[in-house]
């Protein structure tokens, strides 16, 4: 299993970034996909996860300003709109069966 990570980038506060993850390989059709990050000098932290069944959960951090999706053929979303400093990171996401997978991460720096 495999998953690609896209779309990081720099962006000014306040604006919008979509990012994206893309899983190939063998695995169950039912898991979960989701999005964690590092901010600089600071411990990863969850950010937001969504089940095959379209179950979503989100960091309070992001609430209301994240939107987490994935389509039918494995790729996972995360719009983030009304982005501030804090968001920057780098953003990980994963793949959860009865295993889990990560992938190689992307940047993702808001300027103040």
């Known amino acids: 299993v495999q998953l690609q990570a896209s779309g990081g980038g720099l962006v000014q506060a306040g604006g919008s970034l979509r990012i994206s993850c893309a899983a190939s390989?063998?695995?169950?059709?039912?898991?979960?996909m989701g999005w964690y990050r590092r901010p600089p000098g600071n411990e990863r932290e969850f950010v937001a996860r969504?089940?095959?069944?379209?179950?979503t959960k989100y960091a309070d951090s992001v609430k209301g300003r994240f939107t987490i999706s994935r389509d039918d053929k494995n790729t996972m979303y995360l719009q983030m709109d009304k982005m501030n400093p804090g968001d920057t990171g780098v953003y990980y996401c994963y793949l959860q069966t009865r295993a889990e997978y990560w992938g190689q991460g992307t940047q993702v720096t808001v300027s103040s």
């Open positions: 969504i089940t095959s069944g379209g179950y």
């Open positions: 390989g063998p695995f169950s059709s039912v898991n979960t």
